[in-house]
């Protein structure tokens, strides 16, 4: 059969199935392998917190969203060109994600009674239920095929059945017109104690792939072609891993070691699990007992002279919260990344959302500001964990990096940096007592940034006493009213002087204008998408997203002034927009906010816009 | 190196109330740090004295050391941050009954179980004194305080037994007013490689007064309390002629020339035994039944926290590669684009 093949620019592919069908990793394989081709990629892991939810049912349906494209790609997307769903189950819960001429790939032998059952179906016809009759749908009988694949070499059919996913994705990289090489070399590294899985996964692979090729279904493939990309050496990269590296990367700039104390939480456990695998590097993690044992071992460490780090999600940081004020009245630099999930309490732990603004900002008790920085994108966590550290370091102060579970399991390509790019990380730490102090005076500060000093412990004549009581200069314990209103200035104005160090604010799209929209945090690939269609619809707007939240660049009045409607979109009910309006009182904000657990849609923000300018 | 206690003196006035046990500890400690600095080579500025909050928890404030008065119940985790980053120090933390068994009691037994090489000194007065008198989890049943004005309904800790519990390689116990002892004992601790968990039975003057009072006062001390030494025999009593035998499963005391009983029939201590069965009911031991037991109760050997951290960052960087972020940053699958 001749197949034609039409250029697209760019996919979006949702790969769904049972929590236990391998979703994550089969999406996992088709997106480095488009990255491999050259294509931009992005991805949204998108799965339920229990691990074994019923098999079967809507509740235990995992999913894995990857966008590829021959341009840039800045978000996962928000409705598929096809859908892989291995069960019924997986068919009725995403089929909301489909594109009006989406294609859907399934494992029609799930579709029997028993799955249809299981998935709450009325009826023997799943797509009829569902209206969705007359689509291009390749229903293949892939437990079937999986199973003969493996009959035929000899292999034990049942516990073969797992590798059904590749077939899955052996059929989208026939319809991709991607090479198998890239996860042919996974397997071999993947399965290279266990060469009999690795030959199981390369079979249903391939046959997979040839499948697609054999049936009437599919009469055309697709190509994306490689994107033109800055030349360079490239890796894929999540956000998780990529706070990891940062730190790591500031510990080396610094010279000082890194220390990460902290408790596993979804989705930030993955920090610590990354930065326990690098001892290679100096590295030193501690598993704490609890999530305050996580952050007052990091205090402790940052006291003896580490780049300390206590990496959490939005539970945690209210357990630390009391710490981090002693961080904050001790004057220690401290890195925390929260990396924040549907909320409050235990709230949805899987899912995504920016709700622990607020907290990060106000979550404590007495007078006590905390710099605030939000990573944009998964590389940009690199960036963002970095930064936090240089300035935590450099000013001796907690920095809370608020990251969030979308940009944590998100990836994408990243152009590997050169560290001789970097700034250098210049502590303030000091080696012996200054003449004019009979001793050391551990609050006392360099008047144009509020800095005080770091004395690491094991350095003589520097002795002295930190800790949660109030203390003058000198690090004598007071109670004095004109002291303690001092020592509260000061410590305030360290913060607000980090705004001269920060970059300035800028914005993307019209420099001024009528509508400004305004966003900070995960969900600028979202914005930036709304912002380029809104401009290509011939509505002039500018696009101000924020990386630095607390201090907010020097300049974000000039640039505010320069629009007559400021629009705040955000992942919470309004933390952003009610901060700059505490702040900059002068502006009146317009706001688009979601609480769903789920990133922005690109088109719920142009409509948005829409509506005001109509 | 050569220090007097004067050096470890800090120019802070002592706040602790008049009649405070807390004076004769902070004294003990510092007589003990110019013997310790002696016999294993510190220096003035190894010294970093942690605490929580608590009366006792002021301790960091009348050292003349790197200290850290932290948050209550927090000073084990800040220790072992400290002593983690930086294992040439010489970490101790001050701590009370409440801040270590009730809010930091977490942090106090994951300490013990990690055997992470600090010294903790455990105030207890079994009872609550910065807020003015309510009860602590070491108060006996029955206690009554402005918050148990029935008397309390709960047992009390054993902080002995808790430690042995977590599988802790030294306790020791010791009276405020046993300054010498306090001073070996303190010696004994910081040449403990690992956590060394000392409950010193301190008098609240205020809100707790003669609360040790029974096995402390002078005229009955030498027969209710024993102060075990590694080695020797079980023998207490003013007259030395009193000791400890096992009954059973139990331990018993007898008086050596009464029923047959010879010296040679008294136990004799060993810190040193891995198994902690006897140093747990050693632990346990209380005044009628049995005399309190004072001294290094258990000193066991035992690879620490901190070393075998270190061990693992010198074990992966020894066969790793990787030399710095440039090579970390390409390590894995990568690719490139012309």
Redesign the interface.
Known sequence: MQHKVIDVQDVVIRFTGDSGDGMQLTGSLFADASAYFGNDISTFPDYPSEIRAPQGTVAGVSGFQVHIGSGAIYTPGDYCDVLVAMNPAALKSNVKWLKPNATIIVDIDTFDQKGLQKAGFQTEDAFAELKIKNRNIIAAPISTLTKECLNNCGMDPKSGLRCKNMFALGICFFLYNMPLKHTEEFFKKHFAKSPGLMDMNNRVLKDGYNYAGNIQAIADTYIVKPSKQKPGLYRNINGNRAIAWGLMAASEKSGRPLFCGSYPITPATAILEELAIHKELGVKTLQCEDEIAGICTAIGASYAGSLAVTTTSGPGLSLKSEALGLAVMAELPLVVVDVQRAGPSTGIPTKTEQTDLNQALYGRNGECPVAVIAPHSPSHCFEAAFYAAKYAMEHMMPVIVLSEGFLGNGSEPWRIPDMKDYPEIKPPVIDTLPADEPYFYPFKRDPDTMVPRWALPGTPHLEHRVGGLEKNHKGAVSSDPLVHQQMVEERAQKVALLAQVIPQQKIIGEQEGDILIVSWGGTYGHMLSAESQLRAEGIQVGLAHFDYINPLPSNTEDVFRRFKKIMVFELNSGHFVNYLRAKMPQFSYLQYNKIQGQPFIVTEITEAINKIVK | MKFTPQDFK?D?EVKWCPGCGDHAVLAAVQRALPEISEALGY????Y?F?SG?GCSSRF??YM????????HG?AA??????????P??SVWEMTGDGDSLAIGG??LI?AIRRNIDINIVLFNNRIYGLTKGQYSPTSKWGTVTKTSPLGTVEHPFSPGALAMGARGTFFARTLDMELQLTQEIMVQAAKHDGTALVEVLQNCVIFNDKTHAVISDKEVRADRTITLRHGEPMIFGKNKDKGLVLDGMRLKAVTIGENGITTDDILVHNAEEQNHGMHMMLCEMEWPELPVALGIIRKVKDRTYDDM?RD??I???N??N?????D???S???????
Do not use: D
């Open positions: 800090s802070q220096s003035h500025e190894r970093v942690v909050i960091p404030y003349k050391t790197y200290g850290f008065h932290g948050i927090r985790a800040i220790a072992t941050g400290i002593k983690v980053a930086n040439t120090l977490n942090h994951h951290v693992q960052v074990e992966v960087a066969k790793s990787i030399r710095c972020m440039n970390m940053l390409r894995g699958a990568t690719w490139v684009v012309e």
